[in-house]
């Protein structure tokens, strides 16, 4: 089974939080039609990676929902960020969804001159 396969079936079962077994097949389904279709494909090593991203991140993005819940953060600000590898589908995807992941930044645009927007809020006195 590929990599694209895995990562849509994983986001299907996911997005529905259905795992009987008729959706299993039918996510697995959709995954495989959904890979056939995309002409980008990646590897298991490619996807082992972007899990241990997230192990990685979720700390972080745990802590970052604790602060958000228990004190204010009325300041935002939204900056341009470099994307590391602007001409590789998979590593812009794997940036973005990193960024996305921590509950106080956000991607809110792709400039396609190899940086992304980049919303956040922070604690401190508003503007």
């Given amino acids: ?19 009987s077994w008729g959706n299993v097949l039918l996510g697995l389904f959709g995954a495989a039609l959904a890979s056939r279709v995309s002409g980008y494909r990646f590897s298991v090593y490619q996807l082992a990676s972007l ?5 990685k991140s ?19 600000r939204v900056e341009r960020v470099p994307l590391k590898h602007p001409s590789d589908p998979w590593a812009c995807f794997r940036q973005v969804f990193l960024i996305t992941f921590t509950p106080k930044s956000l991607v809110i645009s792709d400039e396609n001159e ?8 922070e604690q401190g006195e508003e503007p």
Wanted: net charge negative; glycine share 8%.
């Fill in 114 to 121: 190899g940086h992304v927007l980049l919303h956040s809020v």
């Fill in 51 to 55: 899990v241990l991203g997230v192990l």
């Fill in 58 to 76: 979720l700390p972080l993005a745990l802590w970052q929902t604790f602060l958000i819940v228990c004190s204010p953060h009325p300041v935002e």
């Fill in 1 to 19: 089974m590929s990599g694209t396969v895995l990562l849509a079936l994983g986001l299907w079962l996911l997005l529905t939080s259905d795992f």
